[in-house]
């Protein structure tokens, strides 16, 4: 069966790359294939469908359902490939030179199709403890679809032992990530002809102070802050992202969007920094604003929220993914993952090991190494050799 192995990974993973899950998009038909695979096995799982009945999460337990288990997570859903250069179709598995190449087989289909080519293994082993598949939607566009899942795991009456989350990290164990809180503010000022410019309320301009004070706390951050010498940036980061304003040269601008980040180490930072801005926002923004007219002002709305990821380095779920990676060092990384949310919601420690490199993540030509795949697959069958103890 081992030497089945690689065959196996090659043809799961042709298969679900094949599928166009761009996060705007449906993911029910690549859920129906999972399924379909993992009932030709023998093997049912439970769906987590969203409000909209157009996405689904998948919880799959290999193994008796009546012990806490250890859970392998990925996402389904892909970045888009509008306006990038591709040489190939990007919804086609090529392989060359021991790479593969398509969208998402780094981050992270490949992962995906490493664990499901694992079941047969799973359930040739005598598993005493149960290993779980965790397979989300919509991870792309803000660690969405893992949500209602982490619910549902956190009302079950046993809770899992820990959870292996399969991002790109070259099968390093990841410890912690950065928090992420982004928000978006949109100025509503007063239109006025640019000849008479005083006697309207120029959004962008008050929204150049916003950004005048994110920079300067940026600034701070990056001086003054707490630091881990574990991340290649060593501090919390601060940036205004996006600004769009103004409708022509000679109108005074009624409106500007802008929106704000803030990559955080510690576990509840990233809010706390955006919220502390947001107040002096309002208190010392807003009301010169409402002083010249009392309908402007600003209104701010969050887009995206995950707590970070700091897991002791000699935390049993640690020493037991190292055991599996075959390698003793650790590292975090600056991007967000699932991870952090197991924890948080449904109190599941956590690390974050896979295959392949961020490097490759959401672009162009995105290609994994075969041999990333077997290395992610031996470590699954040293998982499966533990759970068989």
């Not at 690689?6 to 993911?27: E, G, M, Q, W």
């Not at 809770?159 to 070259?170: A, M, N, S």
Request: overall charge negative.
């Amino acid at each position: 069966m081992q030497n089945q192995r690689p065959d196996r990974i090659r043809k799961l993973l042709a298969d679900l790359v094949a599928f166009d899950t761009v996060s705007d998009r449906s993911n029910l038909p690549l859920i129906d294939y999972i399924e379909r695979y993992l009932g030709s096995l023998g093997v049912s799982g439970q769906r987590i469908v969203d409000e909209t009945g157009q996405k689904s999460s998948l919880w799959v337990t290999v193994g008796p359902e009546d012990k806490p288990g250890l859970v392998l997570s990925g996402h389904t859903d892909v970045v888009p490939v509008a306006g990038q250069d591709w040489s190939r179709n990007p919804f086609e598995l090529v392989e060359r030179n021991g790479r593969l190449y398509g969208r998402g087989t780094t981050d992270m289909k490949g992962f995906v199709a490493v664990c499901l080519a694992m079941v047969p293994e799973m359930l040739a082993a005598d598993l005493k403890t149960p290993i779980n598949l965790a397979i989300s939607y919509d991870e792309e566009i803000g660690c969405v679809g893992v949500r209602p899942m982490l619910r549902e795991i956190a009302r079950k009456p046993i809770k899992p032992l820990g959870c292996f989350v399969g991002e790109p990290t070259q099968m390093q164990v990841i410890i912690g990530h950065k928090g992420k809180h982004g928000v978006r503010a949109t100025f509503r000022g007063l239109a006025r002809h640019s000849s008479i410019a005083p006697d309207g309320v120029n959004a962008i301009e008050h929204a150049a102070d916003l950004i005048t004070e994110i920079r300067r706390r940026a600034a701070l951050l990056a001086a003054d802050a707490e630091r881990d010498s574990l991340y290649d940036v060593p501090h919390s980061t601060l940036l205004t992202s996006i600004v769009h304003g103004g409708a022509a040269l000679n109108i005074v601008p009624d409106s500007c969007v802008m929106e704000f980040e803030c990559r955080g180490i510690g576990i509840a930072e990233s809010r706390e920094v955006t919220d502390a801005i947001i107040a002096w926002a309002k208190a010392e923004i807003e009301p010169a604003m409402r002083k010249r007219h009392p309908e402007c002002g600003i209104d701010f709305e969050e887009i995206l929220d995950y707590p970070a990821l700091d897991t002791a380095a000699d935390a049993p779920i640690v020493t037991l993914a190292k055991q599996l990676a075959g390698r003793n060092d650790h590292a975090k990384v600056a991007f967000g993952t699932e991870a952090s949310l197991f924890v948080s919601m449904a109190d599941v420690p956590s690390v974050v090991v896979g295959p392949g490199a961020i490097a490759q993540a959401h672009t162009p030509d995105e290609f994994v190494e075969m041999s990333q795949l077997e290395a992610c697959g031996d470590f699954v069958a040293r998982l499966i050799a533990h759970c068989a103890k």
